[in-house]
């Protein structure tokens, strides 16, 4: 099968791969040239716009960073529904929010083109090794369709219902991972200024009931002082923001999710917005006045 891939960065770039790895034709498009270099070199065609790549594709895939970048790509100059898309298949993995899937699913449709949402969870680690969950929303025939395309992206592959549903479903993933990072920052700070050692906290608590997956990335994250994204704490307060936006557009009350937004927002005024989301602890931690590492 032909197909396309927009957006390919940290997450991108594996997912791409592994289609390709699959046997199928890849065509890529990305802002930044350099970053498809790699999959170009392995037999992947370069497309000049997302245009070219929708030309050349059955199936399109998106992964960009923020619902403007998903919104620009399909509805700008150039972008995927500038032109003739009948009877091809477009599936967003960026985490965007229902609402603009819903707005470019309408354009789309008018023009005989399937949208889907597709957002994905399981890190870059989860994308190499195609190990990703993938929640879907939208026409169910159309993903039953591609789904031995997505079965190469990911290992849990999931159908959640009506179009917006996958991107929900991630939104809420994410402020419940990324809402345990700040607490987890503000819990070890106390108990590392109380005298316990980082490392006798993480073993305790692993042990117990406050095990959280955002606490197993301590070792080769917080506790050795490394914040190479992976991803970005950018990203990160994006995906809080639109938790939040969405809880206000349902009258939703979200009192702690307000806050965990605003500790995300100091580490990027703090300049930390290129490094891992793992670094919002360090906010914390210039607050406490400790350090949460190992020797
Ligand atoms: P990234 O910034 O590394 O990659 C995005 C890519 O899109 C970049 O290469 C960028 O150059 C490109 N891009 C931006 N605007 C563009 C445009 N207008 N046209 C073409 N290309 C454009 O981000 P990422 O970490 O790969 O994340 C991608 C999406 O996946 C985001 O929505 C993110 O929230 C989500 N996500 C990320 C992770 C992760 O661990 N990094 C995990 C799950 C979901």
Redesign the pocket.
């Given at each position: 099968m032909k197909v396309g891939f927009?957006?390919?960065?940290?997450?991108?770039?594996h997912m791409a791969q592994n289609v390709a790895a699959g046997g199928h034709d890849l065509t890529v498009?990305?802002?930044?040239k350099e970053?498809a270099d790699e999959l170009v070199s392995g037999g992947a065609t370069w497309g000049n716009s997302?245009r070219d790549v929708v030309n050349d594709s059955e199936v399109i895939f998106?992964?960009?960073?923020?619902p403007e970048?998903?919104e620009?790509?399909s509805l700008?100059e150039g972008g995927i529904l500038n032109g003739a898309v009948s009877g091809k298949a477009f599936f967003d993995?960026?985490?965007?929010d229902p609402s603009t899937i819903v707005r470019i699913e309408a354009a789309a449709r008018e023009k005989g083109m399937a949208m889907l949402d597709a957002?994905?969870?399981?890190?870059?680690v989860?994308?190499e090794k195609a190990t990703?969950c993938i929640m879907v929303g939208g026409d169910k025939a159309v993903y039953e369709k591609y789904k031995p395309v997505l079965d190469l992206i990911g290992s849990e592959v999931m159908y959640c219902g009506g179009l917006g549903s996958g991107a929900v479903c991630?939104i809420i993933n994410?402020l419940i991972g990324l809402s345990a990072g700040v607490i987890l920052s503000e819990a070890f700070s106390v108990g590392v200024k109380w005298g316990v050692d980082p490392q006798t906290l993480f073993d305790a608590v692993s042990k117990s009931s406050g095990n959280t997956t955002a606490m197993r990335g301590f070792p080769d994250g917080l506790f050795s002082g490394n914040f190479e994204?992976?991803?970005?704490l950018d990203?990160?307060a994006?995906?809080v923001g639109l938790a939040t936006e969405l809880g206000r557009s349902l009258r939703v009350p979200m009192e702690v999710s307000n806050i965990v937004q605003q500790r995300y927002i100091a580490g990027q005024n703090r300049g930390w917005g290129r490094l891992a989301?793992g670094a919002v602890a360090r906010v914390q931690e210039e607050r406490s006045g400790v350090e949460i590492r190992t020797s």
């Open positions: 927009i957006g390919v960065g940290y997450m991108g770039r498009f990305d802002i930044r970053a997302p998106t992964s960009l960073p923020r970048n998903v620009e790509v700008g993995l960026s985490t965007t957002p994905v969870s399981g890190g870059t989860g994308a990703l991630k994410n994204p992976g991803f970005q990203l990160a994006k995906d989301a």
